[in-house]
């Protein structure tokens, strides 16, 4: 069974913290991976997707890749309790197939 | 991106009736989805909404429940039959295939009351 595991929280930063999410992945042919941020009662929404080994930086968010460690987590510069919400990750595991993880809940205390 | 619009936006039913949702995205695009969200929970895919023929279910769930159209690039439906209290959660469409991305993105969801 193909699977994408997150941590489900809460992680509890203070404002202006770098906050750190991770996904670790089961399936070694996975190509294309994606962080999304959902706000309670809201649908996901896209903030970054990663390709390639390494880090993919956009404005406060940086995606990093390890694929030899199954690994990509999210950082977020100067949280801000605006990013309070909940971050998916998921993974792309055949042409149009994806798999998202449970889903890791972000509190950023001001 | 695609801009995606759902309706109804949320509703509340009586069970043993039956509900379609509409999703409409502003251009074509290769995958269409249908995903459950229950409050607090993560997403549960139920369908890929293929054009031209039938639907491809995930395991646990059938036609005759959810029957799915897809008649054109840009537009589907969702039919939750004979609903029952156990049927309200948040119903999600999400596309992908925009030009030569795999991103997929998410409509804005359809809140489903079942009494």
């Known amino acids: 069974q193909k699977e994408v595991e997150q941590n489900s929280g809460p992680l509890s930063v203070p404002e202006g913290a770098i906050a750190s999410l991770n996904c670790t992945y089961s399936?070694?042919?996975?190509?294309?991976f994606f962080w999304y941020r959902q706000y309670s009662g809201k649908s996901p929404e896209l903030i970054m997707s990663i390709y390639s080994n390494g880090d993919k930086e956009d404005g406060r968010f940086t995606a990093q890749l390890n694929k030899a460690s199954q690994y990509v987590s999210l950082l977020i510069r100067d949280s801000q309790p605006s990013d309070s919400a909940t971050y998916l990750c998921a993974v792309r595991a055949g042409t149009y197939k994806y798999i998202f993880g449970t889903g890791t809940r972000l509190k950023v205390l001001a | 991106s695609a801009v995606i619009s759902q309706k109804p936006s949320r509703d509340i039913c009586q069970r043993g009736t039956s509900l379609t949702i509409q999703c409409q995205v502003d251009?074509?695009?290769?995958?269409m989805f249908w995903y459950r969200q229950q409050p607090g929970q993560s997403l549960t895919l139920i369908a890929t909404a293929n054009q031209g023929s039938e639907a491809t279910y995930e395991s646990g769930f059938v036609i005759d429940k959810f029957p799915i159209s897809r008649p054109n690039l840009t537009f589907s439906t969702l039919t939750v039959s004979n609903m029952s209290p156990e049927d309200s959660s948040i119903y999600l469409c999400?596309?992908?295939?925009?030009?030569?991305?795999?991103?997929?993105?998410f409509g804005p969801g359809t809140r489903l009351t079942v009494t």
């Open positions: 399936d070694r042919v996975s190509q294309s």
């Open positions: 999400s596309v992908a295939g925009t030009g030569n991305s795999y991103e997929q993105y």
């Open positions: 251009s074509q695009v290769t995958m």
